[in-house]
């Protein structure tokens, strides 16, 4: 009976001290791009790149954003929840602004956020 009242207790510290760290770890999650200079500005948004910018680790795999005129833009690894956009109080990730619209994937190339290949499936 005493081991598993010492266990339950262990447990219970453990679960409190876990969560304390999970809250403390997402809320400087915000932070990541604070002392970063962007990488590129577009429409008062500063852009960072945290993988490029502050070694974060990156599955290789091409990212394929969208297709136009017979392009494929892409990003080079799985990076794109860790491209973002601040201005003021927003931050968006690039998933966001070109679902808002925002921003054009040309622009993105043009700006060197993205490359883009030929199409080379039918």
């Given at each position: 009976?005493?081991?598993?009242?010492?266990?339950?207790?262990?447990?219970?510290?453990?679960?409190?001290?876990?969560?304390?760290?999970?809250?403390?770890?997402?809320?400087?999650d915000d932070e990541k791009y604070k002392g970063l200079d962007p990488i590129a500005?577009?429409?008062?948004?500063?852009?960072?790149?945290?993988?490029e910018q502050k070694g974060l680790m990156c599955a290789e795999?091409?990212?394929?954003?969208?297709?136009?005129?017979?392009?494929?833009?892409?990003?080079?690894?799985?990076?794109?929840?860790?491209?973002?956009?601040?201005?003021?109080?927003?931050?968006?990730?690039?998933?966001?602004?070109?679902?808002?619209?925002?921003?054009?994937?040309?622009?993105?190339?043009?700006?060197?956020?993205?490359?883009?290949?030929?199409?080379?499936?039918?």
């Open positions: 009976m005493k081991k598993e009242v010492v266990f339950l207790s262990v447990l219970f510290v453990s679960l409190v001290l876990g969560s304390i760290i999970f809250a403390f770890s997402n809320s400087r500005k577009y429409d008062g948004y500063a852009i960072y790149d945290l993988v795999m091409i990212e394929v954003l969208g297709t136009v005129d017979g392009h494929d833009y892409y990003l080079s690894c799985l990076k794109g929840s860790n491209i973002l956009f601040i201005k003021d109080d927003i931050k968006l990730n690039i998933y966001d602004v070109l679902e808002d619209n925002l921003i054009s994937l040309e622009k993105l190339y043009e700006l060197n956020i993205i490359d883009k290949m030929d199409v080379i499936y039918e």
